[in-house]
Each structure stands twice: as structure tokens, then as C-alpha cells.
């Protein structure tokens, strides 16, 4: 069983839509968590993180996240989207328990048509 | 540094034979961690180093796998006799850990560019 589940594989909105994308984790214990993000051709990026505090976290260009630790959930959202949000969005999960290693959502492809 | 830096960009090898990737991460930087992205297992943990040392080399998947790092700094992963089950994307990130007396303190990883391997 996948460790980071993201529930959608494929995306696809038009510009000024709201955007969330759905991530749980099925791992107890202390944890952080990452969304990251792959434009077309470039690396991963980050795009906001959780560590500890308040479990709505903003990040860059506009995006959120809010942590719910009964739900054992780190959904991203994005009220308006914009025609450069398309990208693959990446889920990852940091164990305390398990060293220092992400483990990674399998990733959604969001595909934002102008 | 200004971020991660990895070569080559692209390797493209013959089935048998052995690859060299190297990494140059953050300055300043103790961690240092290879992940691999391949289309039918999307992104996966291949080893840490927290300086010279590797506490975890759990995601080696084989023993043709294997890294180095020296001087608290450049990495090397090496694949030994390539398959062309090794053909994806190998990623590099590096992080700050500070570790104390009993406690360690992580800090978000920055990836580099990746290297894609095409073994033919």
C-alpha cells in the first residue's frame, strides 16, 4: 500500500478556477510535510512546508495547505489558478522515526487551459 | 552555492556498462540525499548522507548501486554493469540537519536538476 497517496493522477481547469489537490499519509507519529512542484523542464521546487504551529501554511505564488492531523491530511489549494500553474504537483512526507528521507505522493499532473 | 548542481545533464549508456553521477550541493549544506524518478515508480529515496556517512542506504536497490561523498560536499552515485531497468532521472538534494545531543533538527531539501540515464 502507497505509503502518500495523491487522489487525482490528472487535472485539468481553466484559468481563475480554484485548485486543491488531495494528499494523506498513513504514517503515525511526528511528521513534515512538503508539496513540491516540476514545471515543464525544470526541477523541483518548493512550494510550501509544514514543521510544526499553525496547520494552515502559505507558500509561494498564491498556494496553501492546511494539515489535519486527524485526517491525516496535507490538501494544497489555490483559490485562482493561472495558465503558469501547470505543472506536476508532488506530495512528501518526512518521518521524524525514519531519518531523513521524503517519501513521495505519486504525483498529480495539473493542466491549467487559458 | 546558489543551488543544487548536478552532471552530466544527460547520460545515455550502453547496457553493461558503469555510470558515474555526481552532485554538487548547497554550500553549506551537511545533507545530502539521491532519489530516482522513473515512470512506473514515480519518485523514490535512494540514500542519505549526513556529511561523509551514509546512515541510510535503504533505497539502494541493488548492490551494482553505491555513493560516495567527500569532504562533507561533492557526491558521487555509481552504477555498476547498468540495466536498462536504471533508465530515469536521478535527483540530488541537499538540506540543512543540525544535529544535537539527542535531538536533529531537519530543514526542507533542495533538489537539483536531475541527471536522465538512458541505458540502451
Known amino acids: 500500500a502507497q505509503s502518500v497517496s495523491q487522489h487525482n493522477h490528472h487535472v485539468i481547469l481553466s484559468e481563475a478556477a480554484s485548485l486543491e489537490l488531495g494528499c494523506n499519509y498513513s504514517?503515525?507519529?511526528?511528521?513534515?510535510l512538503f508539496w513540491y512542484v516540476q514545471y515543464p523542464g525544470q526541477h523541483l521546487q518548493l512550494l510550501l512546508k509544514?514543521?510544526?504551529?499553525?496547520?494552515l501554511v502559505k507558500g509561494i505564488k498564491g498556494f496553501e495547505a492546511e494539515f489535519i492531523k486527524s485526517k491525516f491530511s496535507f490538501n494544497l489549494r489555490k483559490p485562482s489558478v493561472q495558465w503558469s500553474d501547470t505543472a506536476e504537483y508532488f506530495c512528501?512526507?518526512?518521518?521524524?522515526?525514519?531519518?531523513?528521507?521524503?517519501?513521495f505522493g505519486g504525483g498529480t499532473r495539473v493542466l491549467v487551459k487559458p | 552555492g546558489a543551488g543544487v548542481s548536478q552532471s552530466p545533464s544527460n547520460k545515455v549508456t550502453e547496457k553493461g556498462k558503469d555510470v558515474e553521477l555526481r552532485c554538487d550541493p548547497i554550500?553549506?549544506?551537511?545533507?545530502l540525499y539521491w532519489y530516482r524518478q522513473s515512470l512506473g515508480q514515480g519518485l523514490e529515496f535512494l540514500i542519505y548522507?549526513?556529511?561523509?556517512?551514509?546512515?541510510?542506504k535503504s533505497g539502494l536497490p541493488s548492490d551494482r548501486f553505491s555513493a560516495e561523498r567527500t569532504g562533507g560536499s561533492v557526491s558521487t552515485l555509481t552504477i555498476q554493469r547498468t540495466q536498462q531497468e536504471d533508465s530515469a532521472v536521478y535527483l540530488c538534494?541537499?538540506?540543512?540537519?543540525?544535529?544535537?545531543?539527542?535531538?536533529?533538527?531537519?530543514?526542507?531539501?533542495?533538489f537539483g536538476p536531475g541527471t536522465r540515464l538512458t541505458v540502451t
Open positions: 538534494a541537499s538540506s540543512l540537519v543540525r544535529v544535537g545531543t539527542g535531538i536533529s533538527r531537519n530543514y526542507e531539501q533542495y
Open positions: 509544514y514543521f510544526s504551529g499553525d496547520p
Open positions: 554550500s553549506g549544506h551537511t545533507a
Open positions: 548522507f549526513q556529511g561523509n556517512s551514509a546512515p541510510d
Open positions: 512528501a512526507v518526512l518521518r521524524r522515526a525514519a531519518g531523513n528521507k521524503l517519501t
Open positions: 504514517y503515525g507519529g511526528t511528521v513534515n
